[in-house]
């Protein structure tokens, strides 16, 4: 599946791929800027915060790791007296060491910074990579996406959000009168059926889509200015444009800083260690699509949140049922949820964008083995596996991986090598993929 989304130019290496594209990638990226509307931005904003906007637009094409450009930041408080995840002992473990060492192996030979498998409850195996540790912050890119659907779902446990189908004018009340954008529906904004303008190259520094993502004003360019083009609900189209809406959401719902309510009412209440999340300005609103960087256990942490139908240590922090809607997809995309993807049908390629069109996909070379696999997946193949029916969650942080006209990054390689090497008893495994 995947979801890596390398459709994009340099522009969006905040939350992109920064390698370079095979051929085929090229030319789908051509037909991609060929096909995309592309709307020029019309809101200006005082000189200095132009000034600011464009020389973030020039550094960003200009650099070559999106963690040079995320200033500033705000910081997410994590839980105080965090303690790591119990990890079983040599005879506790569930996954023969076979599997464990092929997945490492898979692993360290993708150019990952961490590893963790974590089933039944213990981690049973947990590697770090170069200089990185299991306190060290890693670049989920999209792994942040996630992280809206879990906080959405948190602000309605607390009754600050109706449900998932309450209009989002009720909160950005800009949008009252706007006979498109008044239809937009909380729900929309997490499964990419807002009707937003899709996300495609750019290199134009007065396109909407730039300015939506780099101006110190992002936030009333998305309000007042970003493209609604379709009907919301009609069509499935991948953009950090509605991700970046949640965090408006949550703020004007709640009171409080998007930061301050993941860190207190999801990260400290799971045990997680905190980290940073990247704000449009001082004090402004939080990128809350893209860019938030977290240990890579607090990500494992969150799918075992999701596995556990929002339920920590006993205490409830999601709706009941709540991540079943979560993984829930539609008739526009089979293969993404609620900011999640899930299994479904099998295809040797599968990709962010609407599968409809013609971009680049990442390989799976072969069904998963469950086919209640999900997963959290994010740029550069930031991939957090969640599969229910093993109690197991495998989580893969890193750089893009290696690729050669020989070889490239396989979806479905590490959730199957684990899978097949659960020990069952007298030396089985799990079955062939179906």
Same mark, same amino acid.
């Given at each position: 599946?995947?979801?890596?989304?390398?459709?994009?130019?340099?522009?969006?290496?905040?939350?992109?791929?920064?390698?370079?594209?095979?051929?085929?990638?090229?030319?789908?990226?051509?037909?991609?800027?060929?096909?995309?509307?592309?709307?020029?931005?019309?809101? @200006?904003?005082?000189?200095?915060?132009?000034?600011?906007?464009?020389?973030?637009?020039?550094?960003?094409?200009?650099?070559?790791?999106?963690?040079?450009?995320?200033?500033?930041?705000?910081?997410?408080?994590?839980?105080?007296?965090?303690?790591?995840?119990?990890?079983?002992?040599?005879?506790?473990?569930?996954?023969?060491?076979?599997?464990?060492?092929?997945?490492?192996?898979?692993?360290?030979?993708?150019?990952?910074?961490?590893?963790?498998?974590?089933?039944?409850?213990?981690?049973?195996?947990?590697?770090?990579?170069?200089?990185?540790?299991?306190?060290?912050?890693?670049?989920?890119?999209?792994?942040?996406?996630?992280?809206?659907?879990?906080?959405?779902?948190?602000?309605?446990?607390?009754?600050?959000?109706?449900?998932?189908?309450?209009?989002?004018?009720?909160?950005?009340?800009?949008?009252?009168?706007?006979?498109?954008?008044?239809?937009?529906?909380?729900?929309?904004?997490?499964?990419?059926?807002?009707?937003?303008?899709?996300?495609?190259?750019?290199?134009?520094?007065?396109?909407?889509?730039?300015?939506?993502?780099?101006?110190?004003?992002?936030?009333?360019?998305?309000?007042?200015?970003?493209?609604?083009?379709?009907?919301?609900?009609?069509?499935?189209?991948?953009?950090?444009?509605?991700?970046? @809406?949640?965090?408006?959401?949550?703020?004007?719902?709640?009171?409080?800083?998007?930061?301050?309510?993941?860190?207190?009412?999801?990260?400290?209440?799971?045990?997680?260690?905190?980290?940073?999340?990247?704000?449009?300005?001082?004090?402004?609103?939080?990128?809350?699509?893209?860019?938030?960087?977290?240990?890579?256990?607090?990500?494992?942490?969150?799918?075992?949140?999701?596995?556990?139908?929002?339920?920590?240590?006993?205490?409830?922090?999601?709706?009941?049922?709540?991540?079943?809607? @979560?993984?829930?997809?539609?008739?526009?995309?089979?293969?993404?949820?609620?900011?999640?993807?899930?299994?479904?049908?099998?295809?040797?390629?599968?990709?962010?964008?609407?599968?409809?069109?013609?971009?680049?996909?990442?390989?799976?070379?072969?069904?998963?083995?469950?086919?209640?696999?999900?997963?959290?997946?994010?740029?550069?193949?930031?991939?957090?596996?969640?599969?229910?029916?093993?109690?197991?969650?495998?989580?893969?942080?890193?750089?893009?991986?290696?690729?050669?006209?020989?070889?490239?990054?396989?979806?479905?390689?590490?959730?199957?090598?684990?899978?097949?090497?659960?020990?069952?008893?007298?030396?089985?495994?799990?079955?062939?993929?179906?």
């Amino acid at each position: 599946m995947t979801l890596s989304a390398r459709l994009l130019r340099p522009l969006f290496l905040l939350c992109c791929a920064t390698s370079v594209a095979s051929q085929a990638q090229a030319q789908a990226q051509a037909q991609d800027r060929q096909a995309q509307r592309v709307f020029t931005g019309k809101l @200006m904003f005082s000189p200095d915060e132009e000034a600011l906007y464009l020389k973030r637009y020039d550094r960003a094409l200009s650099r070559s790791a999106a963690a040079e450009i995320y200033e500033p930041l705000e910081t997410i408080a994590g839980a105080s007296d965090w303690t790591p995840l119990p990890a079983a002992k040599p005879r506790e473990r569930t996954i023969s060491q076979a599997g464990l060492r092929a997945a490492t192996a898979y692993a360290a030979a993708n150019a990952s910074n961490a590893f963790i498998v974590w089933r039944n409850g213990k981690v049973e195996v947990e590697s770090y990579f170069g200089a990185g540790t299991r306190t060290t912050s890693v670049n989920g890119f999209s792994l942040a996406k996630p992280v809206t659907a879990v906080a959405v779902g948190r602000a309605i446990m607390l009754g600050k959000i109706r449900s998932l189908d309450q209009p989002v004018a009720d909160f950005v009340t800009e949008w009252k009168d706007d006979p498109r954008r008044a239809r937009i529906l909380v729900r929309h904004l997490l499964d990419m059926r807002a009707g937003f303008l899709r996300q495609a190259s750019t290199a134009e520094p007065d396109d909407v889509m730039s300015r939506s993502f780099l101006h110190p004003r992002s936030d009333e360019i998305l309000i007042r200015e970003y493209p609604a083009v379709d009907e919301p609900g009609s069509r499935y189209e991948y953009n950090n444009a509605a991700s970046d @809406m949640v965090a408006i959401v949550i703020e004007r719902a709640t009171g409080r800083r998007y930061a301050e309510f993941v860190g207190t009412e999801i990260l400290q209440k799971i045990g997680a260690l905190g980290g940073v999340v990247w704000l449009n300005r001082e004090r402004g609103i939080a990128h809350s699509g893209c860019c938030m960087l977290l240990p890579a256990e607090t990500f494992l942490r969150l799918a075992i949140l999701t596995l556990r139908d929002g339920v920590w240590a006993g205490q409830r922090l999601l709706p009941e049922s709540y991540v079943a809607q @979560m993984k829930r997809t539609t008739p526009e995309n089979p293969y993404y949820g609620l900011a999640l993807y899930v299994a479904g049908r099998y295809t040797d390629r599968r990709g962010p964008a609407n599968p409809d069109l013609p971009l680049p996909k990442t390989l799976h070379g072969e069904p998963y083995l469950a086919a209640d696999l999900y997963l959290f997946d994010g740029n550069m193949n930031q991939v957090v596996y969640v599969i229910p029916s093993q109690d197991l969650v495998i989580l893969r942080t890193g750089r893009i991986p290696p690729r050669s006209k020989d070889a490239e990054w396989d979806n479905a390689y590490l959730p199957n090598v684990v899978m097949r090497g659960i020990v069952r008893g007298r030396g089985s495994s799990v079955a062939q993929p179906r």
